[in-house]
């Protein structure tokens, strides 16, 4: 029984982790949002379980191990794993690829949320290059859905 709680806190554990290993900078562009596609599967698959506050406590998470502004990255994920959770039936009979597009919309949504934030607090100016992580978060979803679903049924989290 214990197994089953803890398989979802060291899957985002280890997302956190992916979320701030060091990387070139070349290749630190294209880092996927690993934590928002963990959370985006645990909210489709077992949605009493993870919702918009395990999203916020992962964005003080992610903030505190970044090193922004505190709340910048909980509220990006919160109103993103809100978005999901409001329509996790119907997107739970989509097909993995069109499950992908949609983690790319929600992965779009979160990186103009947090730069929207940071904009009004820093005074940055929006790139493209901002929006590269939308895409390698698709392409990484069939594979951490694959993952994670594996898992949950291995250990048989309810």
Same mark, same amino acid.
């Given at each position: 029984? /214990? ?5 979802? #806190? +060291?899957?985002? !554990?280890?997302?956190? =982790? %992916?979320?701030?290993?060091? *990387? ?24 009493? /379980? ?5 999203? #916020? +406590?992962?964005? !003080?998470?992610?903030? =505190? %191990?970044?090193?922004?502004? *505190? ?40 990186? %103009? ?46």
């Amino acid at each position: 029984m /214990r197994k089953r709680h803890t398989a979802i #806190f +060291i899957s985002i !554990i280890i997302a956190l =982790v %992916l979320q701030i290993v060091p *990387l070139p900078f070349q290749v630190d562009l294209y880092r996927p949002d690993w934590v928002l596609v963990v959370l985006a599967y645990w909210t489709m698959a077992l949605p009493h /379980r993870v919702n918009v506050g395990i999203a #916020f +406590i992962c964005g !003080i998470a992610v903030d =505190v %191990l970044m090193g922004t502004t *505190l709340g910048i990255h909980s509220f990006g994920l919160s109103i993103s794993v809100y978005v999901l959770a409001a329509n996790y039936q119907r997107l739970r009979n989509y097909s993995v690829w069109q499950q992908a597009i949609v983690i790319g919309l929600l992965s779009a949504l979160y990186h %103009l949320l947090t730069f929207w934030v940071q904009h009004l607090l820093t005074d940055i100016y929006f790139q493209l290059d901002y929006l590269w992580p939308v895409l390698t978060s698709m392409v990484i979803w069939p594979w951490v859905f694959w993952l994670l679903r594996r898992t949950r049924r291995q250990l048989s989290i309810t």
